[in-house]
């Protein structure tokens, strides 16, 4: 069980570029980054407007002097300092992540970045290429992941608890977007406008979620190709509120995906079944501490965190006793736990610790750009089959 004490000799110190005030984004990242004391915020470029950002900044105890107007002023001064910053938080509109990352990069620093990395699939794999090259982590914020019972589903297939892997069914659909709530929200204009949001509105904003939570529970399932349908239900949007993706996995294993903000009546709904030739898991994160397992021919058995008969890899992400609800605070402040660990091996060479590591990484997002890519490919030429 996690006690909150530090995994590291020092707190790496740490920069947030947005996530200023009135973001509920930056909350979470700063809730879940300080949480076990392994990051240390010292630096920070909140907001587009210099003032409002320095006076955020102030408010949460960061120096006013390392309050600064941009990220590009932040990453020259702080270059000059013998405690500056070692890795930075990008919590800004999509349409600023490619630049900004690139540029946290060049200077040297591990990136915490939300998703998407970028738009496009060779701005991708540039990102992929670069933090290779400058042996920096870059960790994307597939913030659901760190729940404890996605950590006992992935040991239960890695295991062979389900047999043979035959279907993926994933999904995040919600409802909050069912009519054009971006005329009165700021945060979700930029999400529908293309010039900010990129090629794609729900497939991107929630459809890379339910597609990394498939990923880190069935990692061995490569797709090999897909076909995707998209609509606008909401009059006058200009990118897509729902989308549908069938997908075909290398080893015959077959996928759907539902990606949705016209779900009328649902609070979030990102559920994921895996279906195996003995065996099937459901989870749901609206009931986060239930993990449902079905064995064919006996009684389904709902699976509670937090208890001495899961695996030893879901017991090390447990932060409270069995019985208390877990949340999403908890699940990113293991994310941030595991980035803390990366960025740890990675400044001191321990390659042989991240081999075998996950955490959602620079590979994970630039597949995220792909699928999206692939998705809005398919569909723009009529919801045909289309390589992966």
């Excluded at 900044?57 to 006013?64: L, M, S």
């Excluded at 349409?95 to 990352?101: A, N, R, S, V």
């Excluded at 970028?118 to 597939?142: M, W």
């Excluded at 061995?220 to 009059?235: A, G, H, R, Y």
């Amino acid at each position: 069980m996690i006690n909150g004490e530090k995994i590291l000799n020092q707190p790496i110190r740490w920069a947030m570029i947005g996530g200023g005030r009135g973001s509920q984004i930056g909350y979470i990242h700063r809730c879940a980054a300080l949480r076990d004391s392994n990051f240390q915020l010292v630096a920070g470029a909140f907001d587009i407007d210099p003032e409002r950002g320095r006076d955020f900044g102030v408010n949460i105890g960061v120096d006013p002097e390392r309050c600064y107007k941009d990220y590009k002023t932040m990453f020259e001064e702080e270059a000059k300092r013998e405690d500056g910053i070692q890795a930075v938080d990008v919590a800004t509109p999509n349409g600023t992540h490619y630049e900004i990352t690139k540029a946290a990069l060049e200077a040297g620093l591990h990136v915490i970045c939300e998703k998407p990395l970028c738009f496009e699939t060779s701005q991708a794999e540039e990102l992929e290429a670069l933090a290779k090259e400058k042996n920096r982590i870059v960790g994307v914020t597939y913030g659901y992941t760190g729940h404890q019972m996605v950590q006992q589903a992935r040991e239960m297939v890695k295991r062979g608890d389900l047999g043979k892997i035959r279907i993926i069914q994933m999904q995040f659909a919600h409802g909050g977007c069912n009519v054009a709530t971006e005329a009165d929200s700021a945060a979700q204009k930029w999400r529908t406008d293309p010039k900010v949001a990129g090629p794609s509105f729900i497939l991107g904003d929630v459809g890379t979620h339910a597609l990394y939570l498939g990923e880190l529970i069935c990692p061995d399932q490569e797709i090999e190709s897909l076909l995707c349908t998209k609509q606008n239900f909401v009059e006058g949007r200009q990118l897509e509120d729902n989308a549908f993706v069938l997908l075909n996995y290398k080893d015959g294993a077959k996928g759907t995906l539902w990606a949705s903000g016209v779900n009328c009546g649902s609070m979030h709904g990102q559920k994921i079944r895996v279906i195996g030739e003995k065996a099937s898991i459901e989870w749901w994160n609206e009931r986060p501490n239930q993990l449902r397992y079905e064995v064919q021919g006996q009684p389904a058995c709902v699976m509670e965190r937090g208890t001495d008969y899961l695996y030893d890899e879901a017991l090390a992400d447990d932060r409270i006793g069995g019985g208390h609800v877990e949340g999403l605070f908890e699940s990113w402040a293991n994310l941030y736990r595991r980035f803390a660990l990366a960025m740890d091996a990675c400044d001191r060479g321990d390659e042989e610790f991240l081999k075998d590591f996950w955490y959602p990484s620079v590979h994970d997002g630039a597949q995220g750009v792909k699928f999206v890519n692939k998705c809005v490919e398919s569909a723009d030429e009529g919801s045909v089959w289309v390589e992966y």
